[in-house]
């Protein structure tokens, strides 16, 4: 009798053993199949978003090549006759263009409808001003949109499907302005006689741009008063791409309090 109970316990444990199995298999089974639901769930929403996109080209060839920023983001420092804005969401966009050669900006508004090409030319009068005008519109082709082919991941005693998913093929970087664009903005700021002249100068020159430390203290150099230093790195501290050396930009600085002002400051602005 205690024999046959002693055996019934084991088979018994047994058992259980096997429903813990069990119940721990399909536990971890709805667990993958709830990830997966939220992840089709986020790539569906991204699929179904529309783009628009946007073309810039110049009018006539004797026009110079240009270099265009779309609400501060620019796709390269080349200069070119033709730039294209590609997977845009928002319908009115600001955009600044800087023709080869000059220190003139030349600030436009245009607009983009989402699953449309928006073609514009930039054309010059007989009195040498640019207009930037909307030549046509036409609906976006497929050819636009890379899909990636259906890849199977195989994950132990389960596998999963991955749907084709839409993705976007152009990624906008940020780069600091070219030697020679940025040479040529400097002696512009340096035409101006007073400190404050040249800080407003600034701030209409290098609209948009990006810096690297290096050149933020190349301008500050152009100034003679602690203050007016200290400002303009302020002001061009958040569109710097190489932060980690901001930091060097003190040594254009004499006064300790001047110094602790910038520190303070940068250590008050959010991390990127």
């Known amino acids: 009798m205690i024999k046959g ?32 639901i939220i992840a089709i769930s986020f790539l569906s929403g991204i699929m ?8 810039i080209r110049n009018g006539a060839n004797t026009n110079p090549k240009f270099i265009a920023s779309l609400n501060g983001i620019r796709l390269n420092n080349d200069y070119n006759t033709t730039v294209s804005f590609n997977y845009l969401d928002e319908q009115k966009y600001r955009i600044k263009i800087l023709q080869a050669g000059s220190t003139q900006v030349l600030s436009f508004v245009l607009a983009s409808e989402p699953n449309y090409i928006s073609k514009y030319i930039l054309n010059k009068d007989n009195y040498g001003n640019y207009s930037l005008i909307l030549e046509s519109k036409s609906l976006l082709v497929s050819e636009d949109v890379v899909t990636t082919p259906t890849t199977v991941v195989n994950i132990p005693t389960n596998t999963v499907v991955v749907v084709p998913v839409a993705t976007v093929a152009t990624t906008y ?59 303009f790195a302020k002001w061009a501290y958040k569109n710097t791409i190489d932060k980690k050396n901001f930091y060097k930009v003190n040594d254009n600085l004499s006064f300790s309090s001047s110094k602790n002002e910038l520190s303070k400051f940068i250590r008050e602005q959010p991390k990127d």
């Open 48 to 55: 179904a978003q529309d783009f628009g996109k946007v073309v």
């Open 173 to 231: 970087t940020y780069s600091c302005m070219t030697p020679e664009d940025f040479g040529n903005r400097l002696s512009a700021i340096k035409k101006e006689s007073f400190d404050k002249d040249k800080l407003v100068r600034c701030k209409d020159v290098f609209a948009d741009e990006y810096f690297s430390s290096q050149q933020v203290s190349d301008v500050m150099k152009t100034f003679s008063f602690e203050d007016h230093k200290v400002s």
């Open 5 to 36: 109970l002693k055996l019934f316990r084991v088979k018994g444990f047994k058992l259980f053993e096997l429903l813990q199995t069990i119940y721990s298999y399909f536990y971890r089974m709805k667990k993958i199949f709830l990830q997966f």
